[in-house]
């Protein structure tokens, strides 16, 4: 079966850097997406990330191992808008969709 | 650029009633629309792919005569909940690509509350 990994859910302070992992088994891959989810609203993209390596922009980074199955988003200098669900998403050999059940950020001042 | 606009933003309605949903791609062409439900604190969980021109593919466990979904052009498609019942009530996502294997880009969605 198909299956994508992430923690439930993480704490961090305003200011810092948290690592947000996702680990993944699909039929293919076609690449690995990152979305922020506020609460109550639509998910909105973030990155996107193909090949092997860290995605810069800006205080977010992604970096995709393709070999490990693993992925995981930055975040740097950490905002209280910050305060998310990060749900990271797969595109398997048929191009569709495979959704993580996301991580709640929970950011502290 | 990539603009999905979906409408309603919320709806309030009466049980056995139904409900359309509505959602657009504003400043692109989409072929493929997918629609979303989201209950509290679960992951997104795809309904439907919506196709211009063709019938709707629904997911495994999705009643296609309950949420009928129609793609009338490239700009365009619906989700209407027929008979709607309180389990119903949920947060539905419409998620277009302006472009084949491109990121997904959402509408703001649409809280229903059957009551």
Redesign the interface.
Same mark, same amino acid.
């Given at each position: 079966g198909q299956n994508i990994d992430q923690p439930t859910e993480m704490t961090a302070t305003e200011g810092a850097i948290v690592q947000i992992n996702c680990t993944y088994q699909t039929s293919g891959f076609? *690449?690995l997406?990152w979305y922020q989810q506020h609460a *109550?609203?639509?998910?909105?993209?973030l990155s996107?990330n193909v090949l092997d390596g860290l995605e810069e922009k800006g205080r977010f980074s992604s970096f995709l191992s393709r070999s490990k199955g693993y992925s995981y988003l930055l975040l740097k200098e950490l905002q209280m808008k910050d305060s998310a669900s990060y749900?990271c998403a797969v595109?398997d050999s048929n191009?569709q969709?495979i959704? *993580?059940? *996301?991580t709640k950020l929970i950011i502290k001042p | 650029g990539a603009v999905v606009s979906q409408h309603p933003s919320w709806v309030i309605c009466k049980s056995g009633t139904s409900v359309k949903i509505e959602c657009r791609s504003l400043d692109f062409q989409a072929t493929t629309m997918f629609w979303y439900r989201q209950f509290p604190k679960q992951s997104l969980m795809l309904m439907a792919t919506s196709n211009e021109g063709s019938k709707a593919t629904y997911e495994q466990g999705v009643e296609k005569d309950k949420f009928l979904i129609n793609h009338a052009s490239l700009t365009l498609s619906t989700l209407t909940v027929t008979s709607a019942h309180p389990e119903d009530s949920s947060f539905y996502i419409c998620s277009a690509q302006d472009r084949e294997h491109s990121p997904l880009h959402f509408g703001n969605g649409t809280r229903l509350t059957v009551t």
């Open positions: 076609n *690449g997406f *109550g609203e639509a998910p909105t993209f996107y749900l595109m191009y969709l959704w *993580g059940a *996301g | -």
